[in-house]
């Protein structure tokens, strides 16, 4: 790896990219499941021009993402976000082939103003508790993310002429899991919603499934969406990565500026929690390093960045040599919901700025 490199910088590695979108298309070869890359987690061109070659399509959540995949003309486009605003509502649907709206609220609102080629569909909240992180976790009573199924198997029951347009039905439950979740879901699906299934074009069934991993059940998964899709031939089958795709395809390379002696010595990185890494406030995750040890060692640093705030801190960790001024530390696995993080996750704009 190249150490001099005069700032911060963020390492693709492309060869790895590819080794996770093989795996990919294999998967589309054999289940006939379409893989709509989610656009939130990295959204640099010069990754996005090699993703593009191997998925279907696109999952975008407003216009500004819309506007970084407009090039990819022949590829699918799935849009959905928390909250639409009303002027961002006709354009978006134009351009999707599917869209999926969040709230009953949302959907009584803009499903018959949506374009007549889009096909829609609404996210549901299955409310499976599974053991994943907490910042991904929509089974509690207070998410914001998708209908209580509950509540919808209600509506819907008492009024289904409000569901006459609905096409598919979305679940984004999963973060960092394996096929054992990806079954309970699809039990749930088949069900309670065995009546609307059959009426049903597509689902969505998210991202979180580690199918790049080396340790995932890939033919295990295969059988299972095959054995779905037999019951269910009509309906499309979706997946919208990222993390899967981009997991372990590149690095954050940082340098050494200072070393102050305390205990443990305290490194200042030419970087910082709030510019660069800002997935480490938001989540409390702690990032691997190259070169560090997992157990005790008697050179312990405590990483920090080197604004002005002092809870401006990577955490304490091991090495098995002496760390000296200049030296490179490298962050492992950094290409996925990092760089996004610093000004346009999900496609958000910047704030306006005026003077009165």
């Known amino acids: 790896m190249p150490n001099n490199r005069e700032k911060p910088t963020f390492v693709l590695l492309k060869d790895k990219l590819q080794k996770n979108l093989d795996i990919c298309q294999e998967l589309t070869q054999y289940t006939n499941t379409q893989i709509l890359y989610t656009l939130k987690g990295f959204d640099k061109v010069e990754g996005v021009s090699q993703i593009a070659n191997s998925v279907s399509g696109f999952s975008i959540g407003n216009i500004n993402e819309l506007s970084q995949i407009e090039c990819y003309t022949d590829k699918r486009i799935h849009t959905y976000a928390p909250a639409y605003h009303p002027k961002e509502v006709i354009p978006l649907s134009k351009a999707s082939d599917t869209m999926s709206f969040n709230s009953i609220t949302q959907w009584t609102q803009y499903h018959q103003i949506s374009s007549p080629n889009t096909s829609i569909g609404l996210r549901i909240n299955p409310k499976i508790s599974l053991s994943q992180p907490s910042h991904c976790d929509s089974s509690h009573s207070q998410s914001r993310f998708g209908v209580s199924y509950s509540k919808f198997l209600l509506i819907y029951n008492s009024n289904r002429e409000l569901f006459r347009d609905l096409d598919g039905l979305h679940f984004h439950i999963f973060c960092h899991q394996k096929l054992s979740s990806l079954k309970i879901l699809l039990k749930h699906i088949a069900t309670s919603y065995r009546d609307i299934l059959p009426k049903l074009k597509w689902l969505n069934l998210g991202g ?22 037999l019951e269910y031939p009509h309906i499309t089958i979706y997946f919208e990565p990222c993390s899967a795709i981009v997991a372990n395809t590149g690095y954050f390379q940082t340098t050494i500026l200072d070393i102050i002696e305390e205990s443990p010595s305290i490194v200042i990185l030419d970087t910082s929690i709030e510019a660069h890494l800002l997935d480490i406030a938001i989540t409390n995750q702690k990032p ?19 604004s002005c705030v002092e809870t401006d801190n990577i955490g304490t960790y091991y090495f098995h040599s002496p760390l000296q001024i200049g030296d490179t530390i490298i962050f492992e696995d950094m290409i996925g919901y990092t760089m996004v993080k610093q000004t346009r996750f999900n496609g958000i704009g910047d704030v306006g700025f005026e003077v009165e």
């Open 208 to 229: 979180g499934q580690e199918f790049t991993s080396t340790n995932y059940d890939k033919n295990g998964l295969y059988k299972l969406l095959n054995t779905f899709r």
């Open 288 to 306: 691997k390093i190259k070169k560090s040890s997992n157990a005790p060692t008697p050179y312990a640093y405590r990483l920090t960045g080197v």
